[in-house]
């Protein structure tokens, strides 16, 4: 086997959530250049609609799924919806995220419960509903997106921190459950990129940009396309053997720094 066919997706389907972000329509993107047809979930069907245009002149079918994944319900739909228009699902990329940025003393219930709904509750429920028709095909690929903040403890953070570190132990679980049936699931964990999320709240905050740029060793914030690589691996025949397997592109942030 090639290279090219290593890393191929001709004719594989991607249903991706949180398609209207900078992190899932990067790995929508590199997805289709790769030849899989695209599946794109995300709350508000004008953001996605616009996003579709940059995958004009790629001969691969886009549709669009409007949908609130963090209710049960509406996952599990979702789920026989893209079914229903593609046949079939090869690949889950569950990436819907959110986040608010404040105190622990601060978090209200309601700000909790959203956070681990739209991460946690989302991933598990989704993939419940997908599996099923992974295994009957024959396998498939789910990709959880993580985060930094899995091993980093960080002030403001702290729910974010715990649903994406729940993502990480919900991704060995699934991979010893459905390793027998051909489905690799990995987790594939961010460090702190430039995204429309992160531009204020993070790299636009003179104390934080300063104390992460000390500590990353390439001395920059990531972009949402250099996650897109690793993306692709985890959802090609090229990691065929490797699962349960959480994956950092940080820069080097976890490597260490400089005295």
Known sequence: MTNDELFSLKDKVALITGGSGDIGMAIATAYAQ???HIALNGRSAAKLEARCAAFAGLPVRVEVFPADVSEVATAR?????????????????NCAGINYRKPILEF???EYEEIMAVHVRAAFFLSQAVAPFMIAQGGGKIIHIGSATIRAGLADVSV?????????????????????????????APGFLMTELTREGLWGHERRSKW???????????????I?????LLASRASSYLTGQTIYVDGGFFAGSKW
Not at 175 to 183: D, F, K, P, Q, S
Not at 212 to 226: A, D, F, T
Not at 228 to 232: F, I, M, S, W
């Open 228 to 232: 897109a690589g690793v993306a692709l």
């Open 34 to 36: 790769a030849g899989a």
């Open 160 to 188: 974010y921190g715990i649903a994406k570190a729940g993502l990480d132990a919900l991704t060995r679980s699934m991979a010893v459950e459905w390793a027998e049936h051909n489905i690799q699931v990995n987790c594939l």
């Open 212 to 226: 992460l740029l000390e500590r990353i060793p390439m001395r920059r914030p990531g972009l949402p396309e250099e």
């Open 77 to 93: 739909k979702l789920a026989h919806e893209v079914i229903a228009a593609f046949g079939r699902v090869d690949i889950l990329v």
């Open 108 to 110: 209200t219930e309601a």
